[in-house]
């Protein structure tokens, strides 16, 4: 038995692979840095969906399909009871998704694809005690999801950051969040019961739950100054620098340095706070540094997580719904793996080994 089935293949996929030694990861044949410099939300989600789902995910007209679909389901977040709006945004998003009817086609497949574009922001706003805004059939996913956050149209930068993030999240091999899509799809569930489980797995602080969490480090650390006092006593206290260390990657997370790159324009723009930027500079250093000291044996590098906070927080998301943003853009992958796995796949049934006792009496 191998502990958290560590290096065990559970499935054969076309849609990406994570190499964890070479720092590389490659979607549907199209390495990350290619993609994330050239595609929007919808043209990686036609890459993803392509061929899974009887009709195809035209990439020329997904756009348009996506904010038809992002206007019927505004219905779905015009009375919003108090209950679902005291949960945090993961959670009243999941609960939300989950009034959606199950099902393995097209239309399941596109309506899981809008509604988390359109809920999530619906949710912060009225959390906030401002009203929801409708959506704008006629932006980007990237452009529209600003929009009905901020109330305002984006900057071509903002919208561009976004595009780049949902871009850089899409898929990413067996994670634990998939496979919870694929094991679901395996019984023959429906597409809307996969990306709930999926979400359900999402939101554990070891997984996508961990960008909140980074901010909460940036603002305790406060300045550089105090970043390898701080970092060194967290460490001391047992617990886990949040942004760093990796199930798979060995090296630095690809993702850390494609999510960099995207916050370059706003920061040049002037749309983010520089000294944050600066500040993640030098926590990131001394970081890397004591755990290369403290845990010789075992690499510990960036993950994706830790270039999440400074991006979404520049996006004017509020840190407790970045798990959600971060479901908005894997959906996709869930439901192309969900899709897959429908395809070609068998029930997933693996075995336990039994280490309770036996029976006294035979
Ligand atoms: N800070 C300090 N020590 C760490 C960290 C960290 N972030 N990550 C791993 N370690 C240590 C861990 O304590 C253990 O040491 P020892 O062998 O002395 O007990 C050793 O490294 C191996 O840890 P592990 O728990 O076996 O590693 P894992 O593969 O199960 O964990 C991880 C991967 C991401 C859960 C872990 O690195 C972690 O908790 N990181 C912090 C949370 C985080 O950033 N999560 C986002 C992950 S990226 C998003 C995604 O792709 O899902």
């Known amino acids: 038995m191998k502990n958290g089935l560590e290096d065990v293949i559970a499935a054969e996929t076309q849609l990406s692979d994570v190499d964890g030694q070479a720092g590389r990861l490659i979607i549907r044949g199209v390495s990350l840095d290619h993609l994330v410099s050239t595609a929007t939300y919808e043209s990686v989600a036609a890459l993803l969906l392509d061929g899974l789902t009887e009709r195809n995910f035209d990439p020329a007209e997904l756009g348009r399909w996506l904010g038809e679909m992002r206007g019927r389901l505004f219905a779905h977040v015009t009375a919003l009871d108090p ?44 959390q906030a005690g401002e009203g929801a805004i409708k ?25 561009a950051a976004l595009d780049a993030y949902l871009v850089t999240i899409s898929d990413h091999g067996l994670n634990a969040s998939t496979f919870a899509s694929r094991v679901i799809a395996s019984t023959g569930a429906g597409l809307t019961s996969s990306v709930l489980a999926a979400l359900s797995a999402l939101k554990g602080p070891l997984h996508g739950g961990a960008p909140g969490p980074v901010l909460d480090m940036f603002d305790a650390i406060g ?3 105090n970043a390898r006092d701080w970092l060194v006593r967290a460490l001391d206290r047992g617990e886990r620098l949040m942004g760093f260390g990796h199930r798979v990657y060995r090296v630095r997370d690809p993702r850390a340095d494609a999510l960099k790159q995207a916050l370059r324009p706003l920061a040049s723009s002037g749309q983010v706070n520089r000294e944050r930027i600066d500040l993640a500079d030098t926590i990131e250093r001394a970081a890397l540094a004591i755990l290369k000291q403290r845990k010789p044996d075992r690499p ?15 996006l004017g998301f509020p840190r407790e719904a970045f798990t959600a943003v971060f479901a908005v853009g894997r959906t996709v992958g869930w439901i192309a793996h969900a899709r897959e796995q429908s395809l070609n796949g068998r029930l997933i049934r693996p075995r336990s080994v039994y280490i309770g006792p036996l029976p006294r009496v035979a």
Request: glycine share 4%; net charge negative.
């Open 83 to 126: 209950d679902l709006l005291a949960l945090p945004p993961v959670d009243a998003m999941r609960a939300l998704i989950a009034r959606l009817p199950d099902g393995e086609d097209f239309d399941a497949a596109l309506r899981l694809l809008a509604a988390p574009a359109v809920f999530l922001p619906a949710i912060l706003r009225l």
């Open 135 to 159: 959506p704008d059939g006629s932006l980007s996913q990237a452009a529209d999801i600003l929009r009905m956050l901020n109330g305002r149209l984006p900057s071509n930068e903002q919208t």
């Open 223 to 225: 300045t550089g100054e």
């Open 300 to 314: 510990l590098d960036v993950n994706v997580e830790f270039y999440t906070a400074l991006l979404l927080d520049a």
